[in-house]
């Protein structure tokens, strides 16, 4: 069924009883050409795209929860292109560009709202940092615009302009940038993909892979042995286990990251700032709630749950930036599994297993990349090769030194 603002009236019309399931769910086949793990916004991309863009249709999706259950479902939905790497910048624009078009694509409402990111500077040395990192995404073909504090105490008149440690000198804005609704973008992709013929099928974990002499045999499941072409990776968090079941050591470490979610308050924030003297980032849902987050943990672990004192640390960071956010009460909040690589950028390509690939080392900015990560991974897969947007993201660029540190920060993965 084509979403359309007739349908919404003729589905009215019977009380919205003859609304179609979004996508069907169908017993797994012995065999497909491609299997992609994980059903998170990058896995289910990954298939559309393979369908949509490279006529491969012979597709599953395996996820061993629900779709969308996983970081997909859990992040504070901020998308942007603010990149200075070459790596980077490219690769993070190409996904910026679809998810402009993404609803079109889709027919499905991501709720894309370009509402603007703005990243505060503090200090006369981040304000250089920010002018080089927008200069970059302007030679990139991206958008960027320094803010002085005058054009700032405009938009963003809530913030602490002359805190005594961290006075608000100005911004860097990307008017582009702005946030998605998390989930619908799994939906729309995962309702996408079924209507090209892939096969989405949940509560199926894989639990071990089958190699022989080198090359990707099939997968071992809870719901038996599945055979496959070629497999795609896509499970963020649980990238080093995954990539065990096939023998692999991965330059990844996971981590917790924890988002929280306030009471629904009159509209506030009406853009995504992120404080330069601290760690932290907020912006305001349609519902009215104040969507925030800061810092990783800090120690590794696989638990979808965090710690008070990050919390405490993060709520800090807010009262710096914002002060009127003291009387504000927190409702919700919750953590994800975080795939840490040692130079902050993912790895999308070939592994030394033939036909097994992957899409993680996502770290905390993987949700804005989904699209993008989706469309270059596709390619990949269809070709047995990355596309030019992705071929600095190659596992082996930890053994040859071509690491992309955007933070120069060096092999810490708690830091990026
Ligand atoms: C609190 C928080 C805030 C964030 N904020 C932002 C943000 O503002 N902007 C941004 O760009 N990014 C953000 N991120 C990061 C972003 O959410 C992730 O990088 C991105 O969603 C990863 O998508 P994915 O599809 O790769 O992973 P996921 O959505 O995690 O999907 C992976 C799936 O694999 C499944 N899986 C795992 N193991 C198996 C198995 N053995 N068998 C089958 N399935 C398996 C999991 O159940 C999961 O559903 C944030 C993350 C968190 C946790």
């Known amino acids: 069924m084509k979403h359309s603002a007739l349908q919404i009236f003729r589905q009215a019309w019977s009380s919205h009883r003859k609304w179609p399931r979004t996508w069907s769910s ?8 491609v299997v992609i793990v994980g059903g998170g916004g990058h896995g289910l991309a990954t298939a559309f795209y393979l369908a949509s863009e490279h006529g491969i249709r012979n597709v599953a999706v395996l996820e061993k929860g629900w779709i969308g259950g ?25 996904s910026l560009k679809l998810w402009e078009g993404l609803e079109q694509s889709l027919n499905y409402n991501v709720m894309m709202s370009q509402r603007g990111v703005i990243n505060l500077f503090h200090s006369d040395s981040q304000r250089d940092g920010f002018v080089r990192r927008g200069n970059g ?4 073909g991206a958008d960027a615009k320094l803010m002085d504090r005058d054009e700032l105490e405009k938009v963003l008149p809530y913030l602490d ?20 609704r998390h989930d619908a973008v799994a939906w729309g992709f995962a309702r996408a993909a079924d209507q090209l013929g892939v096969d989405i099928i949940q509560n199926c974990e894989v639990t071990g892979m089958r190699v022989n002499n080198g090359a990707i045999e099939g997968l071992d499941t809870t719901r038996g042995f599945i055979g496959a072409g070629k497999v795609g990776l896509a499970v963020a968090g649980n990238s080093s286990r995954l990539a065990s079941m096939a023998g692999l050591r ?49 120690y590794n672990s696989y638990a979808q749950r965090g710690n008070l004192p990050t919390a405490e640390h993060i709520m800090e960071s807010g009262m710096a930036m914002m002060p009127c956010l003291g009387r504000v009460r927190v409702v919700r909040h919750w953590g994800g599994v975080m795939d840490m690589t040692m ?46 947007l992705n071929a600095a993201y190659r596992l082996d660029r930890f053994s040859t030194g071509r690491i992309i540190d955007e933070k120069g920060v060096g092999p810490q993965p708690n830091l990026h």
């Not at 995404?137 to 990139?140: I, P, S, T």
């Open 161 to 180: 302009f002359d805190n005594a440690r961290f006075p608000v000198l100005g911004g860097l804005c990307q008017p582009r940038g702005g946030t998605a």
């Open 250 to 298: 991965l330059p990844i470490e996971s981590h917790v990251l924890q988002a929280f979610v306030s009471e629904s308050i009159k509209p506030l924030v009406d853009t995504v700032v992120t404080f330069g003297a601290g760690h932290f980032y907020i912006s305001q849902s349609d519902k009215g709630g104040l969507v925030f987050g800061g810092d990783l943990d800090g």
């Open 343 to 388: 130079d902050g950028s993912p790895i999308i390509g070939l592994t030394p297993v033939t036909g097994l690939y992957l899409n993680g080392g996502w770290c905390y900015g993987g949700f804005k990349a989904t699209p993008g990560s989706g469309w270059v991974f596709a390619y990949t897969l269809a070709r047995g090769e990355p596309h030019r």
């Open 70 to 94: 996983g970081n997909t479902g859990r992040n504070t939905t901020i998308v942007r292109s603010n990149y200075l790497l070459d790596g980077n910048e490219p690769f993070y624009e190409w």
């Open 137 to 140: 995404m302007l030679m990139h």
């Open 26 to 33: 169908p017993e797994p086949k012995p065999a497909y050409d």
